[in-house]
């Protein structure tokens, strides 16, 4: 088992960062023709940064159009956060102060974490028109999320594993010094759903994390009538027009 799960979670890693940078490449080079934000916009470069910094932090396009989604989405983004947080003991060593700070936050936070997930997979069910747009691939990618929260949960506070054999198995992933991961049937399915989601991640609709800030919606400066928009690459065909245009003119003279 040591060696099954050290090849996924390096195979899952290898997926994860490869499929990052490559969907972030496509994100960063769709040309974005018009000038699109969503109405009221800042029309200041600054201005668009405190939209993304108050849209990515707490969700406000989200809470001006659904409260009841907004209180079950940022329950489980925050509490996710703080989750992800507590994690990091697993990969350090020694534990930095703010992270042994986090912890208790971090265990309990888990319930909140649930809750969300439970509001968000009901919503899918009992909302119509949110129903008719949801896809298998939807409750699926909220079950593999449950599946990684209960098994951590209740490995908490039910069945608990041995942390200090699963951290020396991770920092021997780290410096590829192979450690022996605790046998739990818990860790297995937890561990198991974890490198799935890892591999999974890049090719489903959970790229919203990077991809919210590539949105021309949000990340556009609302100032059309002030100066002209043009994306790389239909700057680059004027500029050729241009050089053509006066390349064919008649040379002045006697």
Do not use: C
């Not at 023709?33 to 990515?56: D, Q």
Request: charged share 15%; proline share 6%.
């Amino acid at each position: 088992m040591t060696a099954f799960f050290a090849l996924t979670f390096y195979f899952a890693t290898l997926v994860l960062v490869v499929g990052l940078i490559v969907k972030i490449r496509q994100f960063a080079t769709v040309p974005a023709p018009l000038k699109i934000p969503t109405t009221p916009a800042p029309t200041t470069v600054s201005g668009v940064f405190w939209r993304m910094f108050r849209e990515v932090v707490f969700f406000e396009s989200l809470f001006r159009a659904s409260k009841w989604t907004w209180i079950f989405g940022y329950m489980f983004h925050a509490a996710l956060a703080l989750v992800v947080l507590r994690h990091i003991r697993y990969f350090i060593e020694p534990v930095w102060f703010w992270v042994v700070w986090v912890q208790p936050f971090g265990k309990y936070a888990a319930f909140a974490m649930i809750a969300g997930l439970l509001g968000l997979w009901v919503r899918r069910i009992a909302v119509d028109r949110v129903r008719y747009i949801s896809s298998p691939s939807d409750h699926l990618m909220l079950l593999l999320l449950a599946v990684i929260t209960v098994s951590g949960m209740l490995m908490s506070f039910v069945s608990h594993t041995d942390i200090i054999g699963l951290k020396a198995f991770v920092l021997g992933l780290m410096y590829f010094d192979w450690q022996p991961l605790p046998a739990h049937p818990l860790l297995y399915i937890h561990l198991g759903a974890v490198a799935l989601l890892m591999i999974i991640f890049p090719f489903s609709k959970l790229l919203h994390a990077p991809g919210v800030f590539f949105s021309p919606t949000r990340n556009q400066v609302d100032n059309p009538r002030e100066k002209r928009h043009l994306a790389n690459w239909a700057a680059q065909q004027e500029a050729d027009r241009t050089a053509s245009a006066e390349a064919v003119q008649p040379q002045g003279g006697d």
